[in-house]
């Protein structure tokens, strides 16, 4: 594969998965969730486990999820070091939830700030262990650190969460495909993925036919030995 469709695969990486990319140019990151206290019971895993994810739950004060939603407004609008403000102010005077942390952790990634946004990813973690969101963000910022199999251990505790999540199928697949060299592996994530996207992807489509393609070829099946 030209290195050139390598790149851009890297980028989508973020964007298939509702994240940030480590790319130039791309959009301000989406919002993780609704504040969350630490510990929640376990959310069912079906298709709308991500729109629970965002609900609030009853023990948070009114004027906190006010200033939560003031500061996903201003992230969704492009003002990120406001969004960040607040976000940091809520994890000072609520430190037992996770969604201002994982937040931070997706602003500092955009950033560049790898080290900051693994730490807040982590600590988002720590206090919701049950949110298979946050432990895919964290997965994609080990990847962007080179830690690929803290990554993989984050995207397969995801799944064991929300089997119907599909966003860390995507990014194993990505994982064995770019960065682990196995393309059978990949190939399955790849294919679970495509099974939980019904309105499809067409660039993992065309992944998966070059793969198929790669196997078919001398029954090589993986990028690392090709010419």
């Not at 682990?180 to 499809?200: I, M, Q, V």
Request: glycine share 8%; charged share 20%; net charge positive.
């Amino acid at each position: 594969m030209r290195y050139a469709d390598l790149v851009r695969r890297c980028c989508v990486l973020g964007a298939l998965s509702a994240v940030l990319a480590g790319c130039a140019g791309v959009a301000p990151p989406r919002p993780a969730q609704a504040p969350q206290p630490a510990a929640p019971p376990p959310a069912p895993s079906s298709p709308g486990a991500a729109a629970r994810a965002k609900e609030t739950p009853s023990d948070i004060s009114p004027a906190v999820q006010r200033e939560y939603e003031g500061a996903l407004d201003a992230l969704n609008a492009g003002h990120t070091e406001e969004a960040a403000r607040v976000f940091r102010a809520l994890t000072l005077t609520n430190s037992n939830l996770g969604g201002p942390h994982a937040n931070l952790g997706m602003i500092y990634r955009q950033a560049g700030k790898q080290a900051e946004a693994v730490s807040e990813l982590e600590q988002a973690v720590r206090l919701n262990p049950q949110q298979p969101v946050f432990l895919n963000q964290l997965g994609i910022t080990y990847r962007q650190q080179g830690q690929f199999e803290k990554a993989r251990e984050a995207y397969e505790k995801a799944i064991a969460l929300d089997p119907s999540y599909p966003a860390p199928y995507l990014n194993l697949g990505i994982l064995f495909d770019l960065y682990f060299w196995n393309s059978k592996h990949a190939l399955e994530f790849y294919d679970r993925y495509l099974a939980l996207t019904p309105g499809g992807d067409d660039k993992v489509v065309k992944w998966v036919a070059d793969i198929k393609n790669r196997s078919q070829q001398g029954g090589k099946l993986s990028r690392r030995e090709q010419p």
